[in-house]
């Protein structure tokens, strides 16, 4: 097959620290090519040398055999070139239709005929999105669906995919994959980068995968099953670690103080009077389908949003009936709720990791000095850096230039110096490195043992049988089975969430 891409001892410095070290990779024509490792191993900084957005520090980068140094990604996409970031490119203030075809348009153009146009584009590769939609009206999933129908739409040669299943439901993914088969089939190149294994596994020609920015290995994607990947990416087995015969060879956490007790709680069409309890020193996990009510639940309990003024029910933390209706009193009270969604919802991008981290000390109130104690900020990011293994330059890095799994580090760090009675993890794993999430999962665990009250939000059965003492599933916005940790298996769970 004819290469594409090929790129020759590659080294990328920032601020003079290597995220790249002589990696060799290429690309052929027609392939879909998986780019695996752990957060920080150097994938998206080697895919975005390709793409126009970083210049290579040494090394040799070919395009249809010619050295190739985009200047930028417009000149990327120009060649054919396009990327769906992991976090999304879109114009929140455009519509639908108008990001599809941004930087592609005509010069003279009709609204309705770009509607129309859009609406036939989409509904081709079965996404269900409005085009007349701002996108600052879309969930994370949509915004992704739109990325991609952006990529596809400017008929790229090379697309690069960089986490684009992470927000996806079950039938989105299934239409996506058919989409990446198509492409392919029309001679497409797709380099795909994922945190899923068993996707990269299923969908791919080749595998590539890097570690600490050096190339590891790169062979026929039937050479290798999950537990090869996973040795080749940290340098040893977890599967049994994460997912295996670490759920066997446990107790459950005995039962501790009530400490949450939730009554007919209501929210409009997405909270249908739900209730449950919630116990000290326990992992509870809850479980659903998107739309099940299992986060609106949480955000309710922690203040982020409102129950029903009228025939709302009940929320009763340590005894005490509360109705928060800011997570400021919520947090202050030692409820603390880490959210699915950490690029809108859980950090400041443009400030640092250690400012970030010492707004939790100033939201919770736990600092009463009038003005905000440089030393101060710096003694707790290296105390909790050093905890959580948050790998960055230095403490004064920006939080968006760090990996995935970092900056969910930051926001769990953050929420913890917070000091939390109850802390609720949405979605704690999601686009986070099999590394990453052998660390969290201990983390989570740490602090279950330590006599908090822990709630672990996911859609990954394994993740849930692994971590949880006690699993609630959620259908149709309450929760509707309780299994102990004996009880529990995947065909249970998975038949309580849909039946």
Excluded: C
């Excluded at 001892?9 to 060799?24: C, E, I, Q, Y």
């Excluded at 975005?48 to 985009?70: C, P, Q, R």
């Excluded at 948050?390 to 760090?413: F, M, P, R, T, Y």
Aim: no cysteine; charged share 25%.
């Amino acid at each position: 097959m004819t290469l594409l891409f090929e790129l020759k001892n590659v080294t990328k410095k920032f601020h003079g620290v290597p995220a790249l070290k002589n990696v060799d990779f290429d690309l052929r024509s027609g392939e879909i090519h998986s780019l695996l490792g752990e957060n920080g191993a150097g994938k998206s900084t080697l895919t975005k040398i390709m793409a126009g957005v970083h210049e290579a520090t040494e090394g040799e980068v070919l395009f249809d055999g010619k050295t190739s140094n985009f200047a930028n990604p417009a000149e990327a996409l120009r060649n054919g070139i396009a990327m769906v970031f992991q976090e999304t490119s879109l114009v929140p203030s455009l519509t639908v239709a108008q990001n599809i075809y941004l930087g592609n348009e005509k010069f003279l153009n009709r609204l309705r005929g770009i509607y129309i146009s859009a609406q036939q584009f989409l509904q081709s590769l079965n996404f269900g999105v409005d085009p007349t939609m701002y996108v600052s009206q879309l969930g994370a999933a949509q915004k992704q669906m739109v990325e991609i129908a952006r990529a596809v739409h400017h008929n790229a040669r090379v697309i690069i995919f960089d986490e684009p299943t992470a927000t996806l439901t079950p039938e989105e993914k299934h239409h996506f994959f058919s989409l990446i088969k198509r492409l392919k089939a029309d001679g497409v190149s797709i380099i795909f980068i994922s945190h899923a294994l068993e996707e990269a596994l299923a969908i791919s020609d080749r595998i590539t995968i890097l570690r600490d920015g050096e190339h590891v290995i790169t062979d026929d994607a039937a050479a290798f099953d999950r537990d090869k990947i996973i040795s080749a990416m940290v340098g040893r087995t977890l599967s049994n670690e994460l997912y295996g015969t670490a759920r066997q060879h446990r107790e459950p956490r005995p039962y501790g103080r009530k400490v949450l007790s939730v009554q007919n709680l209501s929210m409009g069409n997405m909270v249908r009077n739900n209730s449950l309890s919630i116990y000290e020193g326990q992992i509870t996990g809850i479980f659903g389908l998107i739309g099940s009510g299992r986060t609106e639940t949480a955000k309710i309990v922690s203040g982020v949003i409102k129950r029903d003024f009228f025939h709302g029910g009940e929320v009763r933390f340590n005894g005490q009936s509360v109705r928060y209706r800011v997570p400021r009193k919520a947090v202050r009270d030692g409820i603390v709720y880490v959210t699915e969604d950490r690029k809108q919802e859980g950090f400041f991008e443009t400030k640092s990791i250690a400012e970030n981290m010492y707004t939790g000390l100033l939201a919770a109130d736990l600092n009463r000095a009038v003005t905000v104690s440089y030393s101060e900020m710096m003694t707790l990011a290296e105390e909790w850096t050093k905890k959580l293994n948050v790998k960055a330059i230095d403490n004064s890095a920006k939080v968006i230039e760090l990996s995935g799994g970092n900056q969910q580090k930051v926001v769990i760090a953050k929420s913890l110096i917070q000091r939390p009675k109850l802390i609720i993890f949405d979605e704690p794993t999601r686009g986070v490195d099999v590394g990453a999430i052998a660390e969290l999962h201990q983390v989570i665990n740490d602090l279950a043992d330590s006599g908090m009250a822990v709630v672990v939000i996911s859609s990954y059965l394994p993740e849930i049988l692994n971590l949880a003492d006690r699993i609630l599933v959620s259908r149709q916005g309450r929760v509707v089975e309780e299994f102990s940790m004996d009880e529990a298996s995947e065909e249970k769970i998975m038949y309580a969430a849909v039946h």
